[in-house]
């Protein structure tokens, strides 16, 4: 099915581990994001691409990095994790404009940091 | 400073019934909303959304209500069902930024 799918959907590391989570959409978006969700946080940006060859920070960008492969791929680097990166990490994308439909989302990764 | 509010965790409904799940902004210069839907182990889905030039928006049984003078806006299912039970997060857009601003999610259960 057309979409955005995230790998892995689950991972358990260790204090200090590092790790990629991989995201492809195949729906032509220029925009792609990783967010994070936590209890009584909601949805918080962590970093986007605009378009293929741009990433900026989001509202925590702090203990990561990105990369945008190409248009179909952006992923998620996570050099030296800590507990407090314990979440589920949604990556979306979207087309030129957010509004009407606004993003669509992968099925998320639960990841776990002992 | 959360921009986008959603005040009540939770919310349960009967079968048949309203369900009204609220949601409230600080940032004037928004201008779309959108409302997603969450069930366990899956991720958020579009549901509606509405332009800031708008105070209405209706799509079958879910309609969007935007006041902007208050801040606020919120999203009406009737009737309720109890394929409704998720997570619904209210976003929120500003012109020339494709990232959305997500609130911390309503939990609305809807009982049979």
């Known amino acids: 099915n057309a979409g955005v799918t995230q790998t892995p959907k689950f991972q358990v590391l260790k204090t200090g581990q590092s790790m990629t989570l991989q995201c492809a959409q195949d729906?032509?978006?220029?925009?792609m994001y990783w967010y994070r969700q936590d209890p009584g946080m909601g949805l918080r940006l962590i970093y986007y691409s605009a378009s293929e060859g741009t990433t900026d920070k989001g509202e925590v960008p702090n203990g990561y990095n990105v990369s945008r492969l190409n248009k179909r791929e952006f992923s998620l680097r996570l050099e030296s994790a800590a507990p407090s990166q314990t979440s589920v990490y949604f990556c979306a994308s979207s087309g030129m404009r957010v509004d009407n439909y606004g993003y669509t989302f992968g099925s998320g990764t639960r990841l776990t940091v002992v | 400073d959360q921009q986008v509010k959603q005040n009540s965790p939770s919310l349960s409904v009967q079968e048949g019934r309203i369900s009204i799940l609220n949601c409230d902004y600080t940032?004037?210069?928004?201008?779309?909303f959108l409302w997603y839907k969450k069930y366990p182990a899956e991720g958020p889905t579009f549901l509606i959304s509405?332009?800031?030039?708008?105070d209405k928006n209706e799509d079958g049984r879910f309609t969007v209500f935007l006041n902007k003078s208050a801040k606020h806006l919120s999203l009406h299912i009737v009737p309720s069902q109890p394929g409704d039970s998720a997570v619904y997060f209210c976003?929120?857009?500003?012109?020339?930024?494709?990232?959305?601003?997500f609130g911390s999610g309503t939990r609305l259960q809807v009982q049979p």
């Open positions: 940032n004037s210069m928004f201008d779309y």
């Open positions: 729906m032509n978006h220029n925009s």
């Open positions: 976003a929120a857009s500003m012109s020339g930024r494709r990232a959305l601003t």
């Open positions: 509405i332009s800031s030039i708008k």
